[in-house]
């Protein structure tokens, strides 16, 4: 089966918006915000901190790259070469070994989705938001998409409005614990194309969800762009564990925009690995809108030749008793380099809370490079902040103990750097951490 | 029987200064050797040449399973069959034991299934008397002095070495501690025939087992060769008259 890329659709214009829009049969009100989108877009520059983007060129995109399969909920009657894609990444192996749902997007187009009847009674939605929107939840879709990243929110935040096709809704009821994660898979096959999936999780009072995100792509000579979106409202007392591993190929751009925002009592946890791209500018945000509300950051990023990862957090305490910690690994090898960047502002009005970040990076060698900026914002003394940071190398002892247990000088660095992204991956359920296990034996593997 | 390990002429220097100098011992298999030697006498050295560690200039010959070991790398003679207990066992966060250890069997090529592999550790890890989780907590991370020493020899015993080489194993040990640790050395040298070469300056670790061959090193010589006649001397009289 052969996806088109067509020509009509590469680039940024009026009449490819238009063409995306009628295509998607959007609502009016869906239309109206691609081209006010499509406006700030052309108005927004470039950003003015972080990695070089001059390498990405627009006009060149895919903006949006037609499936000729139309969107199925039985995995056979996915066409096969999809099928194997995602058969070779463990999909949806992943789904009978206990997962509560399953989506698989391939390109532009979702074209998987699956929820156990079990979980779809108890009023848990997992659909393609694309679907949603006509369904009987549009005016929910409505009230929340692109409201917690507004569409000026910066250029790519713009684009992806502008032009954003496939990724999925999620929504749970009050007091509903979903048992086992929801899952999301990405891959990208389509050369040169842009994917802008957005992904709108709203979780209600007292309910808790995890949620699952995998992407992937092959590599190409023509660079790709990855600007996703993913909104999450976490209401009162209620729980969300966003967890992700991404594996871009290593000419990808990956800007992508996550936000959370988080009542009373709520909590929010994003587990984050960050593999491959020759980009990345990547900081999920969270605001803490409600007394008591918390954030948990647990983040690692990899490095390796040729690749800029500036990735980080932001979170506004915007009530009293909020807290978020913070923990970044980042791991530097062969001349790669990693950024990371915090932002944690804490308003007037949100005494008495806290927020500690701990970064640690670890370099492989000397032609690497690895960078914090911190940034703070407190606007009330009553309030406690704390940043750690420290770069180390494997010294020559732990590799002459690894060694003396039969390892070789290579096996014993991998396994070190595994043992440092472990507080990552002993977050991930099993199969998503010997994935990530595998990422790390892999880009340890590569050499420049 | 042959000799599983042979050091002739061994000799450590430091820039100008000799660590150790023309040191010569023997070991078959199942036998038990013991270096002892006041403190700084260099004996450790002598454990760490074998197994290839340091940046020390070494000269001399050591043959192993019938092979000299030359210029091999540390993890070629660990796979030959050769274990290290480390003096001071290092650290390493965030990994655990359990990965090392399986690591180290699929550098081996030795296939174990994992309920396998989990049923043996905790096996060890009994009859250690260490708890059953400690394979799964990061390598000698907040474990206390005593814990560090037992998991190196439950570290030997999963990797069923020819020839292990216990440097100090007792430090940090109470008596009745280290009175176990020898019968746990007794039980596991008799089932496997392993060879032990034991490294102290202390003579009670040796309480189980039976030993073959002592060598007392002073000042980085070989001061005396014997048996358990001389084992006894050191314990009444110390080092002094030898």
Sequence with gaps: MALKTSENYRGLSRDIVEKISKHKNDPNWMRELRFA??????KIKMPKFGPDLGGLDIDNIA????????????????PIEI???????????????????????????????NIQQAVAETGVVYMGLEAAIHSKYANMIREHFMKLVPIDDHKFAALHAAVWSGGSFVYVPRGISVEFPLQSYFRFNAPGAGQFEHTLIIVEEDADLHFIEGCSAPKYNVANLHAGCVEIFVGKNAHVKYSTVENWSKNMYNLNTKRAIVEEGGKIEWITGSFGSHISMLYPMAILNGRGATMEYTGVSFAGHGQELDTGVKVEHRAEKTRSIINAKSIAKDGGVNVFRSMVKIATEAKKSRSFTDCQSLMLDSLSKSNTVPYFNVQTNEAEVAHEANVGKISEKELQY????????????????????????????FEYAAEMNNLIKLEMSENM | MTNLLE????????GDKTIIDSISLNIKPGETAVILGPNGAGKSTIARAIMGLGDLHYSGQI????KDLGKATIDARARKGIFLSFQSPVEIPGLPLNEILRAANEARKKKMRLTDFQLKMAEILEALDLEPFAGTRELNVNFSGGEKKKLEIAQMMMLEPKLAILDEIDSGLDVDAANKLSKVLFDYQKNTNVAYLIVTHNL???????????????????????NKELLK??????????
């Design chain 2, 233 to 242: 001397q050191v314990q009444e009289n110390g080092f002094k008259n030898i």
């Design chain 1, 63 to 78: 903006s949006y790259v037609e499936a000729s399969s139309a969107m199925v909920d039985d995995w056979n009657k996915v």
């Design chain 1, 83 to 113: 099928r194997k894609t995602f058969d070779k990444l463990g999909i949806p192996e992943s789904e009978r070994n206990g997962l509560a749902g399953v989506g698989a997007q391939y390109d532009s187009e979702l074209v998987y989705h």
């Design chain 1, 37 to 42: 989108a499509l406006d700030a877009y052309e």
């Design chain 2, 7 to 14: 050091v002739q002429g061994l000799c450590a220097r430091s």
């Design chain 2, 63 to 66: 043959i192993f399973d019938g």
């Design chain 2, 204 to 226: 009670r670790i040796l309480h189980k087992l039976k030993v073959d061959r002592v060598y007392i090193i002073k000042s980085g010589k070989l001061a005396a060769i014997g």
């Design chain 1, 402 to 429: 690894l060694a003396s247990r039969g390892l070789s000088e290579d096996d014993a660095r991998a396994l070190i750097v595994r043992g440092f992204a472990n507080n990552v991956s002993k977050e991930l359920p």
